[in-house]
């Protein structure tokens, strides 16, 4: 079994998208592959949750127009 990864970021800490990041089909309001966050945007972690299989922090964070998108670590940076 793969230890868990403890969370770098915190719940209410705000943030930037280091990528523009594409529906990977997992948000239900836009196409497959469309734009919902482009690099650079700001935004705020509204809730930390962990990849099940691969025990990693997935960050749901809070952007523009209220969309919330799950990030990876390597997808944002903090403000």
Not at 4 to 33: C, I, M, S, Y
């Amino acid at each position: 079994m793969i230890e868990p990864r403890l969370p770098k970021f915190q719940w209410g800490q705000r943030v930037r998208a280091l990528t523009d990041l594409h529906n990977d089909g997992t948000f239900p309001d836009a196409p497959v592959e469309a734009l919902l966050v482009s690099s650079g945007d700001t935004g705020e972690i509204v809730q930390i949750g962990a990849h099940v299989e691969l025990n990693i922090p997935v960050y749901l964070v809070e952007f523009a127009d209220r969309r919330v998108i799950g990030c990876l670590e390597e997808e944002i940076s903090p403000l």
